[in-house]
């Protein structure tokens, strides 16, 4: 059976613009996410008058829990929706609900004057996102995999991470302007709305963009081979096909997810409280090294990303999880006892440039183990699962064991999420070079289209 292989989209404007679209919408979602976490202590009392600070900022919490949990049933949602519809329209859906979540948020009304139909609307704008992020980053890792030519995947699937970091430098960035221009007082009363105004106003206009976005190929080519197939061999999609026929695939990202997924969010976020609460490092100094730290690991992603292209993604992965399984223990432990600021930087960022050999490759590396006809699912659900649970439960496990006097012991549970990627790794073949993404064909006239899922060993 001939076959005519999808032709690389070559690298230039429109490979480069197509990214910088797909990237400013996570950019902005990313934002969204972490202003309602930043800017919780200002706004808890608008809408959950009653109690002390510390019942109304537990409401909040328990609100920015409802929407982490949402997180898996938008990857299963939009995932379906953007192997179904196309990337495009996926992301452009994604980047609307979020900036619709922001907008609710900006402009309720606080419980003084319309009562509890102030955190009803709280708690629906939080859905609305929980959904959005978790549709984004199956739809988003599988188009820039796809629009990226052959032999640079890894470089330009890597600014995936780059524009989540920068969504959560830019959420930083805000509050410290507002901080700075703003009274306390003035902040709780009016300005807190400021930056849900700004992720919401940014939102549209990233939808405008997201609209002119060119479809993959890849999706186009499996939307030309079920028109061509026909009502009469349908082909199984979604779930079932998902399950039945990439158990294997399925299983190997859920595994190399936990290991990064506990790693961000300890190095990342609980790394900064555990400088505060454990090391006594002033907080003034730890936003400065935070920032610093996290600066330098966004610059960090397309060189990492480029390197696997040339070496593979397997060498680079193993090189997270062996660093991670080494290091994480001793580093953390020497961070715990030093207040010097400029240790618990060069230390954080040691922590952060181990984690890069995950971040970078993250999104290419899953991506390239699915077919097209269910690459945003594939990529997207299991993800959202990990984050929902492992992610979401990092910073209480840690909490937990530091006030039970056990705290060492959740070192060495971040050591163990990083042995479980490990152990992914080894079952995964290269997958630039055993990958859907050029195994994916399409169709000639009256002829099927055959799929490769990336094997495994």
């Known amino acids: 059976m001939s076959q005519q292989h999808i032709p690389a989209q070559a690298a230039g404007p429109r490979v480069t613009a197509n990214v910088i679209r797909g990237c400013l919408g996570n950019l902005i979602e990313w934002y ?40 898996p049933i938008g990857g299963w949602l939009l995932g ?59 739809s988003s890792a599988s188009y820039l995999a796809e629009v990226a030519p052959a032999g640079r995947r890894g470089f330009y699937s890597s600014f995936q991470f780059v524009s989540i970091v920068l969504g959560q ?37 990233v939808m405008y963009l997201r609209r002119s976005m060119d479809e993959s190929q890849h999706f186009e080519a499996e939307k030309t081979k079920a028109g061509l197939q026909g009502s009469a061999t349908p082909e199984r999609r979604g779930l079932i096909s998902l399950f039945t026929e990439c158990p294997r695939q399925l299983i190997a990202v859920f595994g190399l997810a936990i290991g990064g997924t506990v790693g961000y969010y300890t190095f990342t976020t609980y790394l900064q409280k555990y400088l505060v609460n454990t090391a006594g490092i002033p907080k003034a100094s730890v936003s400065a090294i935070g920032f610093a730290a996290l600066f330098l690991f966004m610059l960090l992603q397309p060189a990492v990303g480029a390197l696997s292209d040339r070496m593979g993604r397997r060498p680079v992965m193993f090189a997270f999880s062996v660093g991670g399984m080494l290091l994480t223990v001793p580093v953390m432990t020497v961070l715990g006892h030093t207040r010097n600021p400029w240790i618990a930087f060069l230390l954080m960022t040691v922590l952060l440039m181990v984690l890069t050999g995950y971040s970078a490759l993250a999104p290419i590396i899953k991506a390239e183990m699915f077919p097209t006809k269910n690459r945003a699912l594939g990529v997207g659900l299991p993800h959202a699962l990990v984050t929902a649970t492992f992610g979401g439960f990092t910073e209480p496990i840690a909490l937990a064991l530091k006030k039970s006097g056990h705290e060492s012991v959740f070192f060495w ?45």
């Open 169 to 205: 430098l830019a959420a930083l960035l805000v509050m410290i302007v507002l901080q700075r221009l703003l009274s306390d007082g003035q902040i709780e009363s009016w300005g807190w709305r400021i930056p849900f105004l700004i992720g919401a106003v940014a939102g549209l206009a």
């Open 413 to 457: 549970y971040v050591t163990g999420c990083m042995a479980l990627t490990f152990l992914a790794t080894l079952l995964v073949r290269e997958p630039s070079r055993a990958s859907t993404l050029e195994t994916d064909s399409i169709v000639s006239s009256g002829q099927d289209l055959e799929k490769k899922p990336a094997p495994l060993t």
């Open 80 to 138: 379906l929706y953007a192997d179904r519809f196309g990337r495009r329209a996926a992301l452009t859906l994604s980047v609307t609900l979020m900036s619709v979540g922001s907008l609710t948020i900006a402009v309720t009304p606080s419980h003084d004057t319309i009562g509890a139909l102030a955190p009803i609307l709280l708690v629906t704008a939080r859905l609305a996102q929980g959904l959005s992020v978790g549709g984004e980053w199956g």
């Open 32 to 71: 969204d996410w972490f202003v309602y976490a930043s800017f919780s202590i200002y706004f808890a009392s608008a809408f959950f008058p009653e109690g002390n600070q510390t019942a109304q900022l537990l409401s909040t919490a328990i609100v920015f829990a409802v929407g982490f949990l949402m997180r």
